[in-house]
């Protein structure tokens, strides 16, 4: 047909909330809600850092879905930490602030980010109960041993040994400290989580 006219409809497409299933770690006791993936790699550094013992999420105001509100316990001492774009504006609040500020761009900082999500991405590794005891036997001297001297102790022919020894991490049995970097020679210790399982004299 010749002379027809199609007029599109350009009306704005209403969005709509990504619903998340909820980040879950060891450090959480129930599933944490967020809404950008920039907020799940904050959650996953937490999870790893060592000196945090414990996430739990702080009701954020409606209308607030950029920003992610938790609560962190380090060391028996609770901390506020508040997560937001680096173009919103932090809130005047006087000194001394109880409350942590982190912006987007510090979050996604390299290569920290990056390696904090090849960690977390062997959580569902399934390790043989045998490599897992062999590992926690050698990190029970209570000294840090590096990635690559625990390897030595995986006989798993079938998973790569370095993933092993990182789905342990992620587990809470083994504690690695990722702010100089992801290497051979990170340092690996028995987790604090796992040393109060400890029995008491």
């Known amino acids: 047909m010749q002379g027809e006219v199609i007029e599109a409809n350009l009306d704005p497409v209403p969005t709509q909330t990504v619903h998340r299933p909820g980040f879950s770690s060891f450090k959480t006791t129930f599933p944490i809600p967020y809404?950008?993936?920039?907020?799940?790699?904050?959650?996953?550094q937490l999870t790893?850092?060592?000196?945090?013992?414990?996430?739990?999420?702080?009701?954020?105001?409606?209308?607030?879905?950029?920003?992610?509100?938790?609560?962190?316990?380090?060391?028996?001492?609770?901390?506020?930490?508040?997560a937001l774009r680096d173009a919103e504006g932090v809130p005047h609040r006087p000194e001394p602030s109880d409350r942590v500020f982190l912006r987007r761009s510090v979050v996604l900082m390299e290569p920290r980010v990056s390696d904090a999500r090849a960690v977390w991405a062997t959580r569902r590794l399934t390790v043989q109960v045998g490599?897992?005891?062999?590992?926690?036997?050698?990190v029970g001297d209570w000294r840090p041993h590096s990635i690559f001297d625990l390897v030595q102790s995986v006989h798993d022919r079938a998973n790569d040994p370095f993933e092993i020894i990182l789905s342990l991490v992620c587990r809470g049995d083994l504690a690695i400290d990722l702010r100089d970097g992801l290497r051979p020679e990170t340092c690996v210790v028995k987790s604090k989580r796992r040393a109060d399982l400890r029995p008491t004299a």
């Open 35 to 44: 809404a950008a993936r920039w907020h799940r790699d904050l959650l996953i």
């Open 48 to 82: 790893l850092y060592p000196a945090v013992d414990t996430i739990e999420h702080e009701r954020t105001a409606m209308g607030d879905e950029d920003l992610l509100n938790l609560r962190l316990i380090a060391a028996g001492t609770a901390i506020q930490v508040t």
């Open 131 to 138: 490599d897992r005891l062999r590992i926690l036997s050698v």
